[in-house]
């Protein structure tokens, strides 16, 4: 079984959900490499920093310091930091959204990706068509012409969550870093502004299909979750999320939903009625998660310096729900940090106690294919 690595993009706005994202992974993968990289804009604070460089096997770099590319924002920043780790000599290399959280092992899909060399992605709305005036960039980008075009359409996958297999498919990253840079959507002043698409993602699925490789597909309920967070009922059973019968791999509070540190998700959770379960193990990733802030300092003091954890907007409402959660009154956890595999809390209903439950699953099975090359 190939060992994954892991990487993420973020700023100081992301910080709270890269923390989430780096303690999903903490608990289902103890030992593997977890790259972050910030992007150019709203750099991280002095605290922040600190944190991320203090984990165990969590390697930070910089915009300015990640040597592929040109346009450092963060959209740019996925192309060329997935450029920049095929190098490493990985077989499988994993993007997980710093909005996103795994619930689950990915032994299949990591199976399914490196045996058959074929990038994987949740489904992303409808299989795309293309302009191929509007579209015409792509032919000299990626050494094809219209001929040599699929008469089918390709299915459009998510870059949220996205399983890319190394080396095979080391060419397309480095199209797909070049592609980022010249984009439709990059800075205004940039003189070369050619590839048209929306977001990395855009710009990734047009490769695929210029040069005709069909990519795995994934279910979006229960990986990326474009435009379906919190409308099915997820059920936390026996240390595992559950959604419509099958197991759930992933949550991302993206599309329609608020992100999961904003204080606009708690409404969004409350009326949904589908998600208490899922905010509980978010706050639980975030605080006393592997990778939590409660392993660096109590929480009164991270209290009292929430404006360098969280400096892009408020966050009182964090820490009233972590307690809630928890089931303690405010002066005996604001004095305390957990300690390292010390879970802490009342019950069921405990943010702390769901997680905790989750220890490293066993492999999920490999999800068929809807389509793949031939």
């Not at 992301?14 to 977890?34: N, Q």
Request: with cysteine; net charge neutral.
């Amino acid at each position: 079984m190939a060992s994954p690595v892991f990487y993420t993009v973020t700023n100081n706005r992301y910080y709270a959900g890269t923390v989430a994202t780096l303690s999903s992974i903490r608990r289902f993968y103890r030992d593997e490499p977890i790259w972050v990289f910030p992007e150019c804009r709203n750099s991280l604070t002095k605290a922040q920093s600190e944190h991320l460089r203090s984990l165990e096997n969590v390697r930070l770099v910089p915009a300015a310091e990640l040597t592929v590319g040109e346009v450092k924002e963060a959209w740019q920043m996925k192309a060329h930091s997935a450029c920049f780790l095929a190098g490493m000599g990985a077989e499988c290399i994993i993007q997980v959204d710093s909005d996103a959280v795994l619930c689950a092992r990915l032994d299949g899909i990591v199976e399914q990706v490196t045996s058959q060399r074929l990038p994987a992605g949740g489904k992303d709305g409808n299989d795309k068509t293309y302009d191929l005036v509007k579209h015409a960039p792509y032919y000299d980008l990626c050494q094809t012409t219209a001929k040599d075009l699929r008469a089918t359409t390709l299915p459009y996958i998510s870059t949220s969550i996205l399983f890319l297999p190394v080396p095979e498919i080391d060419e397309i990253l480095q199209l797909w870093s070049k592609g980022v840079d010249e984009a439709e959507f990059g800075p205004k002043e940039r003189k070369r502004r050619l590839y048209t698409g929306y977001s990395d993602q855009g710009i990734f699925n047009a490769i695929l299909y210029f040069k005709g490789i069909t990519p795995i597909v994934l279910d979006n309920n229960l990986v990326s979750q474009h435009w379906v967070h919190g409308r099915d009922k997820i059920e936390s059973r026996n240390g595992e999320f559950w959604n419509n019968g099958k197991p759930q791999i992933a949550f991302h509070s993206v599309g329609h939903a608020p992100k999961f540190w904003m204080p606009q998700y708690v409404d969004f959770m409350a009326k949904s009625g589908n998600l208490e379960a899922v905010y509980q193990y978010w706050l639980s990733n975030l605080f006393d998660g592997p990778c939590g802030l409660l392993r660096t300092a109590p929480l009164a003091l991270l209290e009292q310096r929430q404006g360098e954890y969280f400096p892009g907007g408020p966050a009182a409402h964090l820490f009233r729900e972590y307690r809630v959660r928890n089931g303690f009154a405010s002066d005996m956890i604001s004095d305390h940090a957990p300690q390292a595999g010390l879970h802490h809390g009342n019950g069921n209903t405990s943010a702390a106690t769901v997680a905790a439950s989750f220890a490293p699953a066993p492999a999920s099975p490999a999800p068929a294919p809807l389509q793949r090359s031939p």
